[in-house]
């Protein structure tokens, strides 16, 4: 094979150039490094989150640095919002997403006989019940493009207890067992779905869980058993999802995959 077809072909499995994607609850963390990955790789990405200024200004920022991605205001927790994000996705990508990243999550951080019935509800509404939805209601979309792609960003509390997050974890739990069976019945249609169990790493979201009775000494624990020692970045979490959604990637779902410095090994 001659140099120049060789190079296409890694270009191809190694490129998301034409590819659309939504990632969920991108303004900051995770999901705003996950953006950059995925749009840095050549794919048009759509963001939501539930505040339209920290929007504005992260399309203002990923404008001026060339990359393509657009934005709306979504409350996940809201079926008719959810319903509104996946109409606009259709029509601003005509019908067609490549990529689906479940980001978005909240945590409430209590000992198991402090969770009150509407903790619960809020913790599985968001991490779980919106998740199960707008999967559902990307399910044409991502047909329809022919080469789908969803990432589940999951935890590393849904494989081995971790102090103050039962029901975090339950949620996550849940998101693994989901993303296997997806990985199973949608896999006639094309569409791959892994799951991504990041460790410890500096957001608001883990800022919350150290703010709370207990979650210091939690976070201290899972840190200090780490291989590495130290918790992660959100490149070293976003560099895994936008490996899963590469064609390269293609004989790989069903995966619930760790990036935690080995906390899990
Ligand atoms: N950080 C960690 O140590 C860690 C470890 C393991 C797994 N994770 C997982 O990584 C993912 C990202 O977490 P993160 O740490 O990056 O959190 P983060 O910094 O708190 O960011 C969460 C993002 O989701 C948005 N969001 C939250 N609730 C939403 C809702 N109801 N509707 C729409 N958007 C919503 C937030 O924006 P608004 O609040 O403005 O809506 C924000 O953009 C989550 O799935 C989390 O469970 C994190």
Redo the contacts with the bound molecule.
């Keep these: 094979m001659d140099e120049t077809k060789l190079n296409m072909m890694k270009d191809n499995r190694w490129s998301l150039h034409g590819m659309t994607a939504l990632v969920?609850?991108?303004?900051?963390?995770?999901?705003?490094?996950i953006v950059e990955e995925l749009a840095e790789f050549g794919a048009a990405v759509h963001?939501?989150?539930?505040?339209q200024d920290?929007i504005d200004k992260c399309l203002q920022e990923w404008k001026g640095k060339g990359l393509t991605v657009t934005g709306s205001?979504?409350?996940?927790?809201?079926s008719e919002?959810r319903k509104r994000l996946m109409e606009m996705v259709g029509s601003i990508f005509v019908g067609k997403l490549n990529i689906l990243v479940?980001?978005?999550?909240?945590?409430i951080s209590k000992k198991i006989i402090d969770y009150t019935g509407e903790d619960i509800s809020t913790i599985m509404g968001?991490?779980f019940e919106?998740v199960y939805h707008l999967t559902q209601l990307a399910h044409p979309l991502l047909k329809e493009s022919g080469n789908g792609s969803i990432v589940?960003?999951?935890?590393?509390?849904s494989l081995k207890a971790i102090p103050v997050l039962s029901v975090?974890a339950a949620s996550?739990g849940a998101m693994n067992q989901f993303t296997k069976s997806l990985a199973m019945e949608w896999a006639k249609d094309n569409i791959r779905a892994n799951a991504v169990?990041?460790?410890?790493?500096?957001?608001?979201?883990?800022?919350?869980?150290m703010n709370s009775s207990g979650g210091d000494e939690s976070?201290d624990g899972v840190v200090s058993q780490t291989f590495v020692g130290r918790?992660?970045d959100?490149k070293e979490?976003s560099a895994l999802v936008a490996f899963l959604c590469l064609p390269a990637a293609s004989y790989i779902t069903g995966q619930v995959i760790c990036a935690d410095g080995g906390f899990s090994a």
Excluded: W
Aim: a positive charge.
């Design positions: 969920t609850g991108a303004t900051r963390g995770i999901g705003h490094a963001i939501c989150s539930r505040n920290d205001v979504c409350d996940l927790q809201c919002q479940n980001n978005a999550a909240t945590t968001t991490n919106s589940f960003i999951s935890s590393i509390a975090y996550k169990a990041p460790g410890p790493v500096m957001t608001k979201l883990l800022e919350s869980i976070v918790m992660g959100p979490i």
